[in-house]
């Protein structure tokens, strides 16, 4: 096998599905062939690169006053039943244990599907007065579903090995509210950092998470036009509370319902930022989240191998007080490290030859724009930080514009049928449902959601009735 | 209650059991009142406790070249019974899935016991050639096992939410051997910095973990002088390779086994703090390790309280640098909230009231000596790093007098048989498994283990034979 041969994939644009398994195997993220279907290995890479993710969004929910917690991964079914009022779905994905050693359970234990059912039966303990509350607490931990689709590593799998999930609980109705938007704004935050465009909407009351008031999700759209929902924000004002008796005594001496909210994301972000930055050669990561930004890569030249190599760890010197380095003392050949790191999408390789060591000075390639140029070493550091600084750029750029490629505002039922088969596309409504069907039924496919009063006072009428429109409401193919 | 009541615990001395319970739940480390048995609820002190725990046992292992992964935590029964041939005892500790949703899954499903089975599995396809080794790889994740014991928070579980799990892989079974010192020497320096005092011993080889060749335990002493095993460190050398057909190509163009080894730890690292720096007041929590190192607590005098809040302020934009300071704005009473802080370890409380504003300094209150001095405020954050260096001091001697009390040299059959009822004992043993055997019977325990070559030349008799003796056996109650 030539060096290229071992980092080659199928073109992004030839066979997307393909490109993704393919650079997600070779870049060293997950292992797929795992004996249990739809769960995978995350090998070192992958790990590290899921450890950078989860650490903005861990640092989001800190400075907004979420704590973190863990609950056990078991739900007895007496529990997890009372939520299956709601969650009637969940039934049908549920890993069920009925044997202990040798012998019968004495009830069905559940691997959660999620946690709601387990942490208001816990919290029902916590609060009782208005003082405590609220609370805010969140865990990451997997999450287990008998996904009956195709299973596709990271966006439809059994076992969600990183699961954010946050819960919270508000005396009023109004601070649900309010604190739905907050999870909204930390989800914006969270993807602006990983620069992933996206879209915000609420979801159709036909559509709404079972047992919700309303939800927010955040939508982003993969490579082949199909929209891929990256998170969740929900309101369950108090009816998650009623089913399991979370009260508290107010000010006032009056028992009242406890307001909840929860908000999720997963690994799923991690397949946006692979598939939205990723190129014929692998992954581009953000530098943000990159496990190494900078790999330094010798390139030998007879008589000089060791002092290439002195030089060479003397630029990683230079460059780690600030930096995540790696330099690539491995006995493989410069144009192999050259593929290989490009495919594990380090923003960027440094090339020391004969020449940088005479010159003391770098040759710097930059991942995103495929470009080289000459640094001087007295000048690395600081043109480093320039340089990483315009990838974050030049990355969101191509992203927001790649997103902008992608969706299409239909002003009539003709262009919507038409445009909906290859991009996401967005509608005036009214905000009847009647409407909102008939969008489905003709679109052939379900409704995304809408943005609220986004086209108020515009002067747009319905795609459907031509009665004045409020919304913009989204419809597309998606994961 | 009164604020002393709300704190208050049974005297460690008196009940170490209940003493135990009682302040993992005051402290808010834990909720034990999940609805299934042998499975607790980490509040978010208790969670950031561990999180401070296993970054240090992360840190080690990142210095000594292991790299984190993540593997699901189901595996298949046909995957799981290949290290049954060795490992008969979880057997009867599976969790088993056996339904998915509502169909009957097709091969019953295990959640990992321990990851052994499925690693290997896993890596026989990583490792082809000796340049794929050697393979150092860790997790850390919750295990499961169906304890048929009496379940204790922490220490006999049903889910070990923070298990850490190290394998590795190697060519030779001198590099296994290497590796299992190194393990030893990561745990030596672990539990060195949480200042918890330990033994190493190598276990008796018709104790040994199934299917190993021999492992070291870390072992430690709880206050009723029963062994709590803290880690273990385990050569497989290559008996778990010819069962997973792990081989790799050698450099001589030969196919051999691969040499392994595995090392764990859990969340017994936390009760052996709680247990043995805890006294009668609550936790004792080492500096490192304390989410809050230095509370403060304003004690407000009529008319001054604001000016005493605003000083406080100062006082934490003063310290917050360096140290991690929460400062009590709270309504609680100071008298409540002096026993909460206790109760959760906080090593350093700092108070501020009318006198220490006037004069611009603080009362610096020591939880481990329970002692206070005053200290200005120009002065304090050289002070507070002096402090809790002699905290840890202080923490540590304690610890080791206090370990020291609970072992005792044999020097006979008789004195083994009265000590081993209140302590954990050693005496001389010459090697023969018989004489081992013998002092278990009349000793009425198991051997924890021994420590090789520990008498050799010193002249000591076999306790039992009286032949030379050779290593120092240890044997005692225990978890």
Not at 239 to 253: K, S
Not at 265 to 280: M, N, Y
Not at 405 to 427: D, G, P, Q, Y
Request: proline share 5%.
């Amino acid at each position: 096998m030539s060096e290229r041969e071992a980092y080659e994939v199928v073109p992004k644009g030839e066979d997307f599905s393909r490109w993704f398994d393919e650079v997600i195997f070779k870049s060293e993220i997950l292992d797929e062939r795992y004996p249990v279907k739809g769960m995978y290995v995350w090998l070192p890479y992958g790990y590290e690169l899921m450890e950078n993710i989860m650490s903005i969004m861990e640092r989001l929910l800190r400075q907004t006053g979420h704590k973190r917690v863990y609950f056990p991964s078991i739900v007895p079914e007496s529990v997890l039943s009372r939520e299956f009022r709601f969650i009637k779905g969940f039934q049908d994905s549920v890993f069920w244990i009925t044997k202990l050693g040798r012998q019968d359970a004495p009830e069905k234990l559940a691997l959660r599907p999620t946690s709601e059912a387990i942490m208001y039966e816990v919290l029902s303990r916590w609060i009782s007065s208005y003082r405590d509350l609220p609370i805010r607490i969140y865990q990451i931990a997997p999450i287990y579903r008998y996904e009956t689709k195709a299973t596709r590593p990271m966006l439809r799998v059994r076992e969600v090995a990183f699961f954010k999930e946050g819960h919270t609980f508000h005396a009023t109705y109004e601070e649900a509210v309010e604190q739905v938007n907050l999870e909204v704004w930390i989800y914006k935050s969270f993807y602006d950092e990983l620069l992933v465009p996206y879209i915000v909407v609420k979801t159709l009351p036909w559509d709404t998470f079972p047992g919700a008031l309303y939800n927010y999700d955040i939508v982003t759209i993969m490579p082949d036009g199909k929209a891929l929902e990256l998170g969740s924000a929900i309101n369950f004002g108090d009816l998650f509370a009623r089913t399991y008796d979370l009260t508290y005594m107010d000010e006032d001496g009056q028992r009242k319902n406890v307001n909840t909210t929860s908000f999720g994301i997963s690994e799923r972000s991690l397949a946006a930022v692979i598939a939205i930055h990723g190129d014929d050669r692998g992954l581009r990561l953000p530098p943000k989240i990159a496990p190494i930004q900078i790999v330094i890569v010798p390139i030998p030249t007879k008589d000089y191998e060791e002092r290439i190599m002195e030089y060479s760890r003397e630029v990683k010197s230079t460059l780690e007080r600030s930096f995540r380095v790696h330099l690539d003392e491995s006995e493989e050949r410069p144009g192999y490290k050259f593929y290989k790191w490009e495919m594990k999408g380090v923003p960027i390789r440094i090339e020391i030859g004969r020449n940088e060591l005479e010159r003391r000075e770098v040759t710097v390639f930059r991942r995103d724009k495929m470009e080289r140029e000459a640094i001087p070493i007295d000048k690395l550091n600081e043109r480093i930080s320039e340089i990483l600084k315009d990838i974050e750029r030049v990355l969101s750029e191509q992203a927001w514009s790649y997103f902008r490629e992608r969706i299409f505002h239909a002003r009539n039922m003709e262009e919507l049928i038409e445009s909906v088969k290859t991009k996401v596309v967005s509608f005036a409504w009214c905000g009847k449902e009647e409407c909102g069907h008939e969008v489905e039924e003709k679109g052939g496919y379900g409704l995304l959601g809408y943005e609220e009063d986004a086209l108020k006072g515009k002067g747009e009428k319905c795609i459907v009735c031509g009665d004045e429109a409020r919304h913009r409401c989204w419809i597309g193919r998606s994961y």
